[in-house]
């Protein structure tokens, strides 16, 4: 089992190389975002949270990516009773969720974003892409294309996630997104949907990384002690959640109502 996973995988790592252009398009985007001091909004719902967090902040990884992990959606370690897995996949389904999330920024067309699912079918993934195109921001779909596909969208219009993304990138994983058949057993098991994720998420990252350089603005990327020393590690961390801050104080300075504050 262990040797035909890993096999699958190699497979996986294939269809991702083959998007290489695609993922330095979309790489190109995010760091005009960055660069123009705004924010690459990231969202997933369910276990698409794993790549929200892998993209930032760990170690790595660099401001300018804004992780929207909203708890309802993806706190289901209990799996039953209070914050369990059904209350989270009911809740994904909710027709105007998304628009109560982004209620909470001020978005800008310098924004772009990456919304993460793998089937591409539940609602509150598809609406959240929807309402950022229909405020300007560039969207990025990260979807399981053979799955979504093969799937049914929840929403009433029959619209999936891809049907508002600007350009769509695909994890390789099949139908079904677990990949080995154990012999008696007749449901397949081992998914691979993260794998293909993770690795187009980190290659996104990586060409982020090297245009900012380019353009004369290397990121504050995290990074361990052990590589860097003690000091300039807690250094680099400090920075780097600082610079977030300063980002996400934009998203927040003139959103909704207008106060007193915000005009001041």
Not at 71 to 97: C, D, I, K, W, Y
Request: hydrophobic share 45%; with cysteine.
């Amino acid at each position: 089992m262990t040797v035909e996973y890993i096999q699958k995988c190699r497979a996986i790592l294939d269809a991702v190389e083959a998007q290489t252009e695609s993922i330095q398009q979309v790489a190109r985007w995010y760091a005009d975002t960055i660069l123009a001091g705004r924010m690459v909004h990231v969202f997933g719902s369910g276990h698409s949270r794993i790549m929200v967090e892998e993209m930032w902040p760990r170690y790595g990884s660099f401001p300018g990516f804004n992780p929207i992990v909203e708890l309802s959606l993806t706190f289901h370690n209990l799996v039953v009773g209070a914050n369990g897995q059904r209350q989270a996949m009911f809740l994904e389904n909710v027709p105007g969720l998304a628009d109560r999330i982004l209620r909470n920024y001020d978005l800008s067309e310098q924004d772009s974003a990456l919304v993460i699912s793998s089937s591409g079918c539940n609602v509150v993934p598809i609406e959240m892409a929807e309402l950022f195109q229909q405020r300007g921001v560039r969207v990025v779909a990260l979807v399981t294309k053979a799955h979504s596909d093969a799937s049914t969208s929840k929403r009433a219009d029959g619209k999936k996630l891809s049907d508002f993304a600007d350009l769509i990138l695909d994890t390789g994983a099949p139908v079904g997104d677990a990949m080995l058949t154990v012999p008696g057993l007749d449901t397949p098991v081992a998914p691979g949907s993260t794998i293909g994720g993770a690795v187009i998420v980190n290659s996104i990252k990586a060409e982020v990384a090297r245009l900012l350089t380019e353009a004369g603005h290397p990121p504050t990327v995290l990074s361990a002690g052990v590589l860097v020393g003690a000091d300039r590690a807690v250094s680099l961390f400090e920075s780097a959640y600082d610079e977030h801050a300063h980002r996400l104080a934009r998203l927040y300075a003139n959103v909704g109502v207008p106060s007193y504050v915000s005009g001041l």
